[in-house]
Nanobody, 116 residues
Framework: QVQLVESGGGLVQPGGSLRLSCKAS????????MGWYRQAPGKQRELVAV???????NYADGVKGRCTISRDNAKNTVYLQMASLKPEDTAVYYC??????????WGQGTQVTVSS
């Protein structure tokens, strides 16, 4: 059974930074793509960033230059470093593991609120 546990969310002021973490268990972490999605109230869940098993990354246009996804295979953990945060970044951020096309497993989500 795959488990993905996110942490690191919280309240941050506009322009601030946060680092989200997602620790995976129950699978061979290094061979799968990992990523982050987010869902704001009343909106559909959307891709934020993905990192492949080989370390290639892809970002949504709205976060390019402000977010960095990385992974530590020794710790079975994927990270999302976010900077220059805006109120529109407010959402529940979900970690996912992909075993094909698109997400296969999801974490429970962590709330990020950007507000003064």
């Amino acid at each position: 059974q795959v488990q993905l546990v996110e942490s690191g969310g919280g309240l941050v002021q506009p322009g601030g930074s946060l680092r989200l973490s997602c620790k995976a268990s129950g699978s061979i972490f290094s061979i799968y793509s990992m990523g982050w999605y987010r869902q704001a109230p009343g909106k559909q869940r959307e891709l934020v960033a993905v990192i492949t098993s080989g370390g290639s990354t892809n970002y949504a246009d709205g976060v390019k230059g402000r977010c960095t996804i990385s992974r530590d295979n020794a710790k079975n953990t994927v990270y999302l470093q976010m900077a220059s945060l805006k109120p529109e970044d407010t959402a529940v951020y979900y970690c996912m593991q992909s075993r094909g096309t698109g997400p296969t497993y999801w974490g429970q989500g962590t709330q990020v609120t950007v507000s003064s």
